[in-house]
């Protein structure tokens, strides 16, 4: 039981480039969540999603994409790289119960230069 | 939409003192409610939870007690220790049965350092 998988642990991309951030989870859990964490900030949600098929944004969507074709896994995509997106990127998933809590990734570290 | 307002920090405590970080909520319906912890380095752990309305969260010596009548889940702890240093997050789930359910909105963070 590996929890939530985030890949790259780190990336370094060039403006203007596209990636895409791995999130997996082998808990299968319905709802998975996209953060990112800024120096001095707390965490802000980029989109999220409550089961396959069905993604809806959060506070700071623009320039991130999401589709969730499958209960375990929940991609984050860049679309063209900007300094702004420079951040520490957290995936999480939970089970849809009142006390199910969210387990967190361990982070993708993201700098765009 | 749903808010979670948590006190200014950084809260700076000497070691075996009383800790209190404040957490208030403004939510439709009833939200479950939870406090994670982050320390240095590291991603979110989850710390304690609460579901219902006059619940009680606790572990590793942290309580919080959900207070519907003044929106609050307010985070103790009898005695700090260095090792409790980190970043206290609140945190509220919007239950199923309304728009954005699933959704787990945080505070801000609240910095602890405790100085042995």
């Known amino acids: 039981n590996a929890g939530v998988t985030q890949t790259p642990k780190f990336q370094v991309l060039k403006t203007g480039q596209s990636m895409t951030l791995q999130c997996a989870q082998d808990?299968?859990?319905?709802?998975m969540s996209w953060y990112r964490q800024d120096p001095g900030m707390g965490l802000r949600l980029i989109h999220y999603?409550?089961?396959?098929?069905?993604?809806d944004q959060g506070e700071v969507p623009n320039g991130y994409n999401v589709s969730r074709s499958t209960t375990e896994d929940f991609p984050l995509r860049l679309l063209s790289a900007a300094p702004s997106q420079t951040s520490v990127y957290f995936c999480a998933s939970s089970t849809p119960d009142r006390g199910g809590g969210y387990t967190f990734g361990s982070g993708t570290r993201l700098t765009v230069v | 939409g749903n808010s979670v307002t948590q006190m200014e920090g950084p809260v700076t405590l000497s070691e075996e003192a009383f800790l209190t970080i404040n957490c208030t909520y403004t939510?439709?319906?009833?939200?479950?409610l939870f406090w994670y912890v982050q320390y240095p380095g590291e991603g979110l752990q989850l710390l304690l939870k609460a579901t219902k309305a006059d619940d009680k969260g606790s572990n590793k010596g942290f309580e919080a007690t959900y207070r519907k009548e003044t929106t609050s889940f307010h985070l103790e702890k009898g005695s700090v220790q260095v090792s409790d240093s980190a970043v206290y997050f609140c945190a509220l789930l919007t239950p199923p049965g309304g728009t954005s359910y699933g959704k787990l909105t945080f505070g801000q963070g609240t910095i602890l350092t405790v100085h042995p």
């Open positions: 939510a439709t319906g009833y939200p479950s």
């Open positions: 999603s409550v089961g396959a098929g069905i993604t």
């Open positions: 808990m299968n859990h319905e709802y």
